[in-house]
């Protein structure tokens, strides 16, 4: 953690230059985007670094647009997404607990589904537009 203002002068390789990421941001990102009029994203990825309540209108395309929303209870944390297209979303929710339960809308998801490392959740989630993830602690 680096708090500011300072200056930090320092030799580090090119593949460990350091990016900084405010708090409660949500990143998308695709594969090898030139321009986002390229193409449709067929799958989208998002980097949730959100400890706090939140929405976010994330940008997936060409004048269309993503709305997320995140929530937080001690015992549980959940992000709608509501979105005008089909799409494969892979979600990378940082900084938060190992999840005891997963459920996608009302449908409880296996543990094989998900992925929980280092204080990271992965889910990959397939043909999806809107849908409701829900995250148990206990």
């Known amino acids: 953690l680096i708090t500011g203002p300072c200056w930090q002068k320092k030799k580090i390789p090119l593949e460990e230059i350091p990016i900084f990421i405010r708090e409660n941001a949500i990143i998308p990102r695709v594969r090898n985007p030139i321009f986002h009029t390229e193409a449709p994203w067929k799958t989208l990825s998002l980097d949730i670094f959100s400890t706090d309540n ?3 209108s994330i940008p997936i395309g060409e004048d269309i647009f993503a709305f997320v ?18 799409r494969n979303w892979i979600l990378r929710w940082h ?3 190992k999840p005891k339960d997963v459920m ?10 998900w992925h929980w ?3 990271t959740f992965n889910i990959f989630l397939k043909d999806k537009a809107s849908f409701t993830l829900r995250i148990h602690y206990i």
């Not at 929303?69 to 089909?86: F, G, K």
């Not at 996608?104 to 589904?113: F, G």
């Open 54 to 56: 939140m929405t976010e």
């Open 69 to 86: 929303e995140v929530n937080h209870t001690p015992d549980t944390s959940r992000i709608i997404i509501e979105s005008p297209e089909l």
């Open 95 to 97: 900084d938060i607990e």
């Open 104 to 113: 996608v809308n009302s449908d409880s998801v296996k543990s094989k589904k």
């Open 117 to 119: 490392y280092k204080d």
